[in-house]
T-cell receptor
């Protein structure tokens, strides 16, 4: 049973446009969500996080939105750059709890120049 | 500040053998988690160690084991290797258990022949 789902395996976006990556979760106990970016032959790099007390968190070109009632979060990248081409993983956990991160299967983003 | 270091980067083994992977966390980080990444499966949690104690274990057979030393360095061991164990094994560290985000190493690519 997949608790964190990224239903789009891949996404292509033109440079300068907005990239929107989506993530759904089923476990209502999750209250902390993270996005990681992964380049080939490298480990995942933390991008941005959000706790359930907020519905939006921004960091430069990256914004994460959380819709708790829909159990849905999204990552917006504006404007998209070719260097953003990577696999993006959504992860969920319980902040401060003794629960490990649960990852989605990832979405491969390709930003076309 | 040095990142998470995993050794070796690449490893080739045959079925039935055993293997030990090593992880040195970021200095000062006391929690180390291990993940398995296979194509199309995202990152699956193996176990977490904190202060030399296993805090959490994922849904993997007993052939997968780990330990943590007093300097927070960690090793994971896989015995009686199977073809399906071929994967990228990632280690992540954080200052405290339940403290996110985790910082990942670049992984060990294990191939079973």
């Amino acid at each position: 049973d997949q608790q964190v789902k990224q239903n789009s395996p891949s996404l292509s976006v033109q440079e300068g446009r907005i990239s929107i990556l989506n993530c759904d979760y089923t476990n209502s106990m999750f209250d902390y969500f993270l996005w990681y970016k992964k380049y080939p032959a490298e480990g995942p790099t933390f991008l941005i996080s959000i706790s359930s007390i907020k519905d939006k968190n921004e960091d430069g070109r990256f914004t994460v939105f959380l819709n708790k009632s829909a159990k849905h979060l999204s990552l917006h990248i504006v404007p998209s750059q070719p260097g953003d081409s990577a696999v993006y993983f959504c992860a969920a956990s319980r902040l401060g709890g003794n629960t490990p991160l649960v990852f989605g299967k990832g979405t491969r983003l390709s930003v076309i120049a | 500040k040095a990142g998470v270091t995993q050794t070796p980067r690449y490893l080739i083994k045959t079925r039935g053998q055993q293997v030990t992977l090593s992880c040195s966390p970021i200095s000062g980080h006391r929690s180390v988690s291990w993940y398995q990444q296979t194509p199309g499966q995202g990152l699956q949690f193996l176990f977490e160690y904190f202060s030399e104690t296993q805090r959490n274990k994922g849904n993997f057979p007993g052939r997968f084991s780990g330990r943590q030393f007093s300097n927070s360095r960690s090793e994971m061991n896989v015995s009686t290797l199977e073809l399906g164990d071929s994967a990228l094994y990632l280690c992540a560290s954080s200052p405290w258990t339940g403290n996110q985000p985790q910082h990942f190493g670049d992984g060990t690519r294990l191939s079973i022949l």
